[in-house]
T-cell receptor, first 110, second 114 residues
Framework: QKEVEQDPGPLSVPEGAIVSLNCTYSNSAFQYFMWYRQYSRKGPELLMY????GNKEDGRFTAQVDKSSKYISLFIRDSQPSDSATYLC??????????FGTGTSLTVIP | GAGVSQSPSNKVTEKGKDVELRCDPI?????LYWYRQSLGQGLEFLIYFQGNSAPDKSGLPSDRFSAERTGGSVSTLTIQRTQQEDSAVYLCASTRGPDGETQYFGPGTRLLVL
Protein backbone atom coordinates (compact mmCIF):
# COMPACT_ATOMS: atom_id res chain seq x y z
CA GLN A 1 0.00 0.00 0.00
CA LYS A 2 1.33 3.42 -0.92
CA GLU A 3 1.77 5.92 1.89
CA VAL A 4 -0.27 8.51 -0.05
CA GLU A 5 -3.11 7.75 -2.45
CA GLN A 6 -4.48 10.25 -4.95
CA ASP A 7 -6.99 9.71 -7.73
CA PRO A 8 -5.16 10.58 -10.96
CA GLY A 9 -8.32 11.73 -12.73
CA PRO A 10 -8.45 13.26 -15.24
CA LEU A 11 -11.03 15.67 -13.92
CA SER A 12 -12.86 18.01 -16.31
CA VAL A 13 -15.18 20.76 -15.06
CA PRO A 14 -16.90 23.83 -16.55
CA GLU A 15 -15.59 27.27 -15.70
CA GLY A 16 -17.06 28.54 -12.43
CA ALA A 17 -17.50 25.08 -10.91
CA ILE A 18 -16.31 24.11 -7.45
CA VAL A 19 -13.52 21.56 -7.66
CA SER A 20 -12.74 19.05 -4.94
CA LEU A 21 -9.39 17.24 -4.95
CA ASN A 22 -8.55 14.61 -2.37
CA CYS A 23 -5.80 12.44 -0.96
CA THR A 24 -5.81 9.69 1.61
CA TYR A 25 -2.86 8.48 3.61
CA SER A 26 -1.98 5.61 5.86
CA ASN A 27 0.61 6.98 8.29
CA SER A 28 -0.84 8.78 11.30
CA ALA A 29 2.55 10.40 11.95
CA PHE A 30 2.09 12.85 9.09
CA GLN A 31 1.77 16.36 10.49
CA TYR A 32 2.47 18.73 7.60
CA PHE A 33 0.27 18.77 4.53
CA MET A 34 0.80 20.58 1.26
CA TRP A 35 -0.83 21.05 -2.12
CA TYR A 36 1.22 21.82 -5.19
CA ARG A 37 0.08 22.90 -8.64
CA GLN A 38 2.09 21.79 -11.63
CA TYR A 39 1.54 23.25 -15.06
CA SER A 40 2.61 21.28 -18.09
CA ARG A 41 6.39 21.24 -18.48
CA LYS A 42 6.93 23.21 -15.27
CA GLY A 43 8.04 22.33 -11.75
CA PRO A 44 5.50 21.99 -8.92
CA GLU A 45 4.48 25.27 -7.29
CA LEU A 46 3.41 25.40 -3.65
CA LEU A 47 -0.26 26.37 -3.30
CA MET A 48 -1.27 25.62 0.26
CA TYR A 49 0.47 24.49 3.42
CA UNK A 50 -1.33 23.23 6.52
CA UNK A 51 -0.05 21.98 9.84
CA UNK A 52 -2.10 19.30 11.59
CA UNK A 53 -5.89 19.27 11.29
CA GLY A 54 -8.21 22.05 10.26
CA ASN A 55 -8.97 24.36 7.39
CA LYS A 56 -6.94 27.02 5.65
CA GLU A 57 -8.28 29.46 3.10
CA ASP A 58 -6.40 31.52 0.56
CA GLY A 59 -8.52 33.35 -1.98
CA ARG A 60 -10.41 30.78 -4.05
CA PHE A 61 -8.50 27.88 -2.49
CA THR A 62 -9.37 26.04 0.73
CA ALA A 63 -7.31 23.20 2.17
CA GLN A 64 -8.83 20.80 4.69
CA VAL A 65 -7.11 18.19 6.81
CA ASP A 66 -9.01 15.49 8.69
CA LYS A 67 -6.41 13.53 10.61
CA SER A 68 -8.98 11.23 12.19
CA SER A 69 -9.95 9.99 8.73
CA LYS A 70 -6.45 10.40 7.25
CA TYR A 71 -7.96 12.48 4.47
CA ILE A 72 -7.00 15.83 2.99
CA SER A 73 -8.84 17.96 0.47
CA LEU A 74 -8.28 21.00 -1.71
CA PHE A 75 -11.31 22.98 -2.83
CA ILE A 76 -11.17 25.46 -5.68
CA ARG A 77 -14.08 27.89 -5.91
CA ASP A 78 -15.12 29.67 -9.11
CA SER A 79 -12.66 27.59 -11.11
CA GLN A 80 -10.92 29.29 -14.02
CA PRO A 81 -9.29 27.91 -17.18
CA SER A 82 -5.97 29.05 -15.69
CA ASP A 83 -6.51 26.49 -12.90
CA SER A 84 -6.03 23.72 -15.46
CA ALA A 85 -2.99 21.83 -14.19
CA THR A 86 -1.96 18.75 -12.25
CA TYR A 87 -2.45 19.04 -8.48
CA LEU A 88 -0.14 17.11 -6.19
CA CYS A 89 -0.71 16.50 -2.52
CA UNK A 90 2.30 16.07 -0.27
CA UNK A 91 2.84 15.37 3.39
CA UNK A 92 5.60 15.02 5.92
CA UNK A 93 6.31 13.74 9.39
CA UNK A 94 9.08 15.45 11.30
CA UNK A 95 12.36 15.15 9.50
CA UNK A 96 13.28 15.33 5.86
CA UNK A 97 11.10 12.82 4.05
CA UNK A 98 8.27 14.20 1.92
CA UNK A 99 5.63 11.87 0.51
CA PHE A 100 3.77 12.81 -2.65
CA GLY A 101 0.58 11.68 -4.30
CA THR A 102 0.71 10.85 -7.99
CA GLY A 103 -1.25 13.99 -8.91
CA THR A 104 -4.72 14.73 -10.25
CA SER A 105 -5.02 16.26 -13.71
CA LEU A 106 -7.64 19.04 -13.84
CA THR A 107 -9.06 20.75 -16.90
CA VAL A 108 -11.39 23.73 -16.55
CA ILE A 109 -13.41 24.24 -19.71
CA PRO A 110 -14.30 27.83 -20.67
CA GLY B 1 14.16 36.77 -4.73
CA ALA B 2 15.43 34.13 -7.12
CA GLY B 3 13.87 30.71 -6.98
CA VAL B 4 15.41 27.31 -7.56
CA SER B 5 17.08 27.08 -10.94
CA GLN B 6 18.07 24.00 -12.90
CA SER B 7 20.13 23.44 -16.00
CA PRO B 8 19.92 22.35 -18.68
CA SER B 9 16.16 22.61 -19.13
CA ASN B 10 16.26 19.83 -21.73
CA LYS B 11 18.87 17.19 -22.43
CA VAL B 12 18.90 14.61 -25.20
CA THR B 13 21.62 12.00 -25.01
CA GLU B 14 22.51 8.64 -26.46
CA LYS B 15 22.29 5.46 -24.49
CA GLY B 16 25.55 4.78 -22.69
CA LYS B 17 26.63 8.41 -22.36
CA ASP B 18 27.06 10.20 -19.03
CA VAL B 19 24.99 13.27 -18.15
CA GLU B 20 25.25 15.95 -15.47
CA LEU B 21 22.26 17.87 -14.20
CA ARG B 22 22.68 21.00 -12.15
CA CYS B 23 20.56 22.56 -9.40
CA ASP B 24 20.98 25.98 -7.83
CA PRO B 25 18.80 26.23 -4.70
CA ILE B 26 17.30 29.31 -3.12
CA UNK B 27 20.01 31.30 -1.38
CA UNK B 28 20.27 30.34 2.27
CA UNK B 29 18.34 27.09 1.91
CA UNK B 30 20.41 24.37 3.56
CA UNK B 31 18.35 21.35 2.50
CA LEU B 32 18.23 20.15 -1.10
CA TYR B 33 16.33 17.28 -2.70
CA TRP B 34 16.44 15.52 -6.04
CA TYR B 35 13.35 13.79 -7.44
CA ARG B 36 12.51 11.99 -10.65
CA GLN B 37 9.12 12.32 -12.32
CA SER B 38 8.14 9.95 -15.09
CA LEU B 39 5.08 10.37 -17.30
CA GLY B 40 1.98 9.58 -15.29
CA GLN B 41 3.99 8.85 -12.17
CA GLY B 42 4.39 10.71 -8.94
CA LEU B 43 7.58 12.20 -7.66
CA GLU B 44 10.20 9.56 -6.93
CA PHE B 45 12.63 10.63 -4.20
CA LEU B 46 16.29 10.21 -5.15
CA ILE B 47 18.54 11.92 -2.60
CA TYR B 48 18.50 14.51 0.17
CA PHE B 49 21.32 16.89 1.14
CA GLN B 50 21.70 18.81 4.36
CA GLY B 51 24.54 21.19 3.70
CA ASN B 52 27.12 19.24 1.71
CA SER B 53 26.24 15.92 3.32
CA ALA B 54 23.76 13.39 1.97
CA PRO B 55 22.22 11.66 4.99
CA ASP B 56 19.59 10.04 2.81
CA LYS B 57 20.46 8.64 -0.60
CA SER B 58 18.06 5.73 -0.33
CA GLY B 59 16.18 6.66 -3.49
CA LEU B 60 19.08 6.43 -5.94
CA PRO B 61 17.96 3.62 -8.26
CA SER B 62 21.41 2.20 -9.06
CA ASP B 63 25.12 2.88 -8.68
CA ARG B 64 25.00 4.67 -12.03
CA PHE B 65 23.39 7.57 -10.18
CA SER B 66 25.41 9.86 -7.94
CA ALA B 67 25.09 13.38 -6.63
CA GLU B 68 27.21 15.91 -4.87
CA ARG B 69 26.76 19.33 -3.36
CA THR B 70 29.49 21.88 -2.85
CA GLY B 71 29.65 25.02 -0.76
CA GLY B 72 26.26 24.21 0.71
CA SER B 73 24.75 25.50 -2.51
CA VAL B 74 24.91 24.08 -6.03
CA SER B 75 24.25 20.38 -6.52
CA THR B 76 25.04 18.13 -9.46
CA LEU B 77 23.24 14.86 -10.23
CA THR B 78 25.29 12.58 -12.46
CA ILE B 79 23.93 9.62 -14.37
CA GLN B 80 26.57 7.35 -15.86
CA ARG B 81 26.03 5.01 -18.80
CA THR B 82 22.50 6.29 -19.33
CA GLN B 83 19.72 3.87 -20.20
CA GLN B 84 16.43 4.55 -21.94
CA GLU B 85 14.54 3.98 -18.69
CA ASP B 86 16.40 6.97 -17.24
CA SER B 87 14.31 9.24 -19.46
CA ALA B 88 12.25 11.43 -17.13
CA VAL B 89 12.00 14.89 -15.64
CA TYR B 90 14.53 15.43 -12.88
CA LEU B 91 13.34 17.95 -10.31
CA CYS B 92 15.32 19.69 -7.61
CA ALA B 93 13.79 21.29 -4.52
CA SER B 94 15.15 23.17 -1.54
CA THR B 95 13.92 23.96 1.95
CA ARG B 96 15.07 26.48 4.48
CA GLY B 97 16.48 23.97 6.96
CA PRO B 98 16.54 20.28 7.94
CA ASP B 99 13.04 20.51 9.29
CA GLY B 100 11.90 23.04 6.73
CA GLU B 101 8.20 23.24 6.38
CA THR B 102 7.84 23.22 2.62
CA GLN B 103 9.85 22.55 -0.49
CA TYR B 104 10.36 24.96 -3.35
CA PHE B 105 10.88 23.32 -6.71
CA GLY B 106 12.90 24.20 -9.75
CA PRO B 107 11.50 23.90 -13.28
CA GLY B 108 13.17 20.53 -13.87
CA THR B 109 15.47 19.03 -16.45
CA ARG B 110 13.79 16.92 -19.11
CA LEU B 111 16.12 14.06 -19.97
CA LEU B 112 15.60 11.94 -23.05
CA VAL B 113 17.86 8.97 -23.63
CA LEU B 114 17.76 7.68 -27.19
Amino acid sequence: QKEVEQDPGPLSVPEGAIVSLNCTYSNSAFQYFMWYRQYSRKGPELLMYTYSSGNKEDGRFTAQVDKSSKYISLFIRDSQPSDSATYLCAMRKTGNQFYFGTGTSLTVIP
Amino acid sequence: GAGVSQSPSNKVTEKGKDVELRCDPISGHTALYWYRQSLGQGLEFLIYFQGNSAPDKSGLPSDRFSAERTGGSVSTLTIQRTQQEDSAVYLCASTRGPDGETQYFGPGTRLLVL
